[in-house]
């Protein structure tokens, strides 16, 4: 079994991550924000009020964002990653332009 290591020393005596890391930190931050802007706007399709729709799509936003960042981190492989981001907000997305 071959160890990955990052070796890498910047001029500082810093060590420099993978770009795997560095893309999963990006994938964590921008997919959840956006899955969970897109999640927050599938509760303004439902058909209840719309203080109720803002509230309880705040609510799940903040969950389903943290889930999607423990997903991130939880795969394996770097393009399932993106793939499973990519294809939830897509899912979500044509969702949304369908109802709203």
Do not use: E, N
């Not at 795969?75 to 899912?91: N, Q, T």
Request: overall charge positive; charged content about 10%.
């Amino acid at each position: 079994m071959s160890q990955r290591r990052s070796s890498q020393k910047s001029s500082h005596g810093f060590y420099l991550p993978d770009f795997s890391v560095i893309s999963r930190i990006v994938l964590a931050i921008g997919g959840s924000y956006g899955i969970a802007v897109l999640t927050d706007l599938m509760f303004l399709a439902l058909p209840m009020d719309d203080i109720s729709a803002i509230y309880w799509g705040q609510i799940t936003s903040v969950v389903v964002c943290a889930l999607v960042i423990i997903l991130v981190f939880s795969l394996r492989r770097l393009w399932l990653a993106w793939a499973v981001v990519a294809g939830i907000s897509s899912i979500l997305g044509l969702i949304s332009y369908a109802t709203i």
